[in-house]
């Protein structure tokens, strides 16, 4: 099994900047995808960022321009700075990292999330 334990969440004034991070540990075979999801009240669980093991990156529309998402594969660390934020970007911010094992198949895992507050 892996353990994702979030960290960096808070409270920030609009315009500000946040820093996230998520370690995995456990029993790791291999972590390909690393991914940041978030959700705020009433809305559904949104991608915000991924990396793959290689760096490649890719950022929804909200995201683009503002956060930078980053990894450690030494450390199976995933970060994600944050700029400029927005009331908007409010959230419980989840890590999400896959895990492919071969002869077994996807492995999907998720840490317990951190809670970002932007005020106005």
């Known amino acids: 099994q892996v353990q994702l334990v979030e960290s960096g969440g808070g409270l920030v004034q609009s315009g500000g900047s946040l820093g996230l991070s998520c370690a995995a540990s456990g029993s790791i075979f291999g972590i390909n995808d690393m991914n940041w999801y978030r959700q705020a009240p009433g809305n559904q669980r949104e991608l915000v960022a991924s990396?793959?093991?290689?760096?490649?990156?890719n950022y929804n529309n909200a995201a683009k321009g503002r956060f930078t998402i980053s990894r450690d594969n030494a450390k199976i660390t995933v970060y994600l700075q944050m700029n400029s934020l927005k009331p908007e970007d409010t959230a419980v911010y989840y890590c999400?990292?896959?895990?492919?094992?071969?002869?077994?198949?996807?492995?999907?895992?998720w840490g317990r999330g951190t809670q970002v507050t932007v005020s106005s």
């Open positions: 990396i793959t093991r290689s760096g490649d990156t």
């Open positions: 999400n990292a896959v895990e492919m094992i071969p002869g077994v198949g996807r492995r999907n895992y």
